[in-house]
């Protein structure tokens, strides 16, 4: 599986984007899929989940009720809404799938746990 995230950007705190996170080759239906993030000198962190069906998905505490996961099986591609956008959000972006691993296993998880990960797309948010 390849993965490619994009929908980075530069924007205000309040301020809202939309990343996302094209999958090509193997199947994309059989895959739970995770965003992470690292910021500069931070460990990475677990952002939000969703499971192999998009019926199920599970967000890190510090993004609950502001971001958004989904997945669009027709499209191979997996989301995620990001609202009132704080300076702290600041970060590389990263999605990741797994066959193995459940979406609901990925609380303090890095995406280093899942099978395949694609280059982060950069959020800046300015205070």
């Known amino acids: 599986v390849q993965l490619q995230a994009s929908g980075g950007g530069l924007v205000q705190a309040g301020g809202l984007l939309r990343l996302s996170c094209a999958a090509s080759?193997?199947?994309?239906?059989?895959?739970?899929m995770g965003w992470f993030r690292q910021a500069p000198g931070k460990e990475c962190e677990f952002v939000a989940g969703?499971?192999?069906?998009?019926?199920?998905?599970y967000y890190a505490d510090s993004v609950k009720g502001r971001f958004t996961v989904s997945r669009d099986h027709d499209k191979n591609t997996v989301y995620l809404q990001v609202n009132s956008l704080k300076p702290e959000d600041t970060a590389d972006y990263y999605c990741?799938?797994?066959?193995?691993?459940?979406?609901?296993?990925?609380?303090?998880?890095?995406?280093?746990?899942?099978?395949?990960w694609g280059k982060g797309t950069q959020v800046t948010v300015s205070s």
């Open positions: 080759g193997r199947t994309f239906n059989n895959y739970n």
């Open positions: 969703i499971s192999r069906s998009g019926s199920s998905t």
């Open positions: 990741a799938a797994s066959l193995a691993r459940a979406a609901s296993e990925l609380a303090g998880k890095c995406h280093y746990v899942m099978d395949y």
